[in-house]
């Protein structure tokens, strides 16, 4: 194991009037409340130049030195996985994931995800939690993904996410024919009846979608969405939810709609398609170190691409 960084931050303003492990865990959330406990406990963390208890009250303000200890990953073996890496520096990996790539290690899927990948291309991520990966895309959807390469590095991230300063935008595929752009402000959580699914439900987190029309079809839109939120599923069930559902959508989608007078080719085409036609085209961030905003950008996969093209040329 690598020697731990120190990781320095100041309590916000909002959480005055927690505990501290209660606003260590919203400052810190890439590690677990029971582990920033312990380090608490154990005097890892210091505020104010304090040694504080994990119930003691903070007041906003006050400066946090954290001396973490990062265990590598047992569960997480290196593999020799492709990536395609867009951008790389001493901090920061852009990269672009392909669909069917399992972004973390679950349950039936103990090997061969982005994770696996990136402990091969670099052991030292070993030391961070999920070895660097800041945010994530479902399975099939493909797209842009920053990956941190030290930890002071993944709390600056996941703080511009949690201010929602980072620019994330997609292109989404979806059934019907879209009259214009709009946002879509539903809370998301846990599906009542089936746990395996998300849904707008009234007690979900606060979950906001912007999308705006780039390309209208005969029965179908390309779309543009740019997130303010990051909830698990979140443009594939806000656009089920105003019934424009992404095309392919294996678990939202619902029966594929085929427009009157639809060709045999392209219907063919469509029906093939087995999953959400969702690209993650767009992402803005500032450097951590340098403080310069960069973006990135990357056009849709080569199948999302041949589909769009068969439906311009039907629609034409």
């Known amino acids: 194991m690598s020697d731990p960084e120190t990781l320095e931050a100041e309590i916000p303003s909002e959480l005055a009037g927690k505990r501290l492990d209660q606003a260590l865990a919203l400052m810190f959330p890439e590690f677990s409340r029971s582990r920033l406990t312990q380090w608490v406990k154990e005097g890892k963390v210091q505020v104010d130049e304090r040694t504080l208890k994990p119930k003691e009250t903070v007041f906003g303000g006050e400066r946090v030195v954290l001396l973490p200890e990062v265990e590598p990953s047992e569960q997480c073996q290196a593999e020799d996985i492709p990536l395609n890496i867009l951008y790389e520096d001493n901090t920061l990996i852009i990269l672009n994931k392909p669909a069917g790539l399992v972004v973390h290690p679950a349950a039936g899927n ?33 797209g842009l993904m920053v990956v941190a390469r030290s930890l002071q590095a993944h709390t600056h991230l996941v703080a511009q996410l949690q201010e929602r300063s980072v620019k994330r935008e997609y292109q989404a595929l979806v059934q019907g024919e879209v009259i214009a752009g709009g946002t879509v402000d539903a809370p998301i959580g846990r599906h009542p009846v089936d746990r395996k699914r998300m849904a707008v439900v009234p007690s979900g987190k606060p979950a906001i979608s912007h999308y705006r029309v780039e390309e209208r079809f005969n029965g179908y839109t390309l779309l543009r969405v740019s997130l303010e939120t ?7 069930v806000h656009m089920a939810h105003i019934r424009y559902p992404i095309v392919g959508d294996p678990v939202y989608g619902g029966r594929l709609r085929i427009p009157p007078g639809l060709p045999d080719e392209v219907r063919t085409v469509l029906q ?45």
């Not at 061969?112 to 660097?132: C, E, K, M, V, Y």
């Not at 990051?230 to 594939?236: A, F, L, M, P, V």
């Open 230 to 236: 990051g909830r698990t599923h979140q443009i594939r």
């Open 272 to 316: 093939s398609f087995r999953r959400q036609a969702l690209h993650a085209t767009q992402l803005g961030l500032v450097h951590p170190d340098s403080g310069d905003h960069l973006s990135w950008q990357a056009a849709p996969p080569e199948d999302m691409q041949q589909l769009i093209e068969v439906l311009r040329q039907w629609s034409a």
């Open 110 to 142: 103990r090997t061969g995800t982005l994770q696996n990948a990136l402990l091969h291309h670099d052991p030292s991520l070993a030391t961070i939690p999920r070895a660097g990966i800041v945010h994530r895309l479902d399975k099939d959807t493909s």
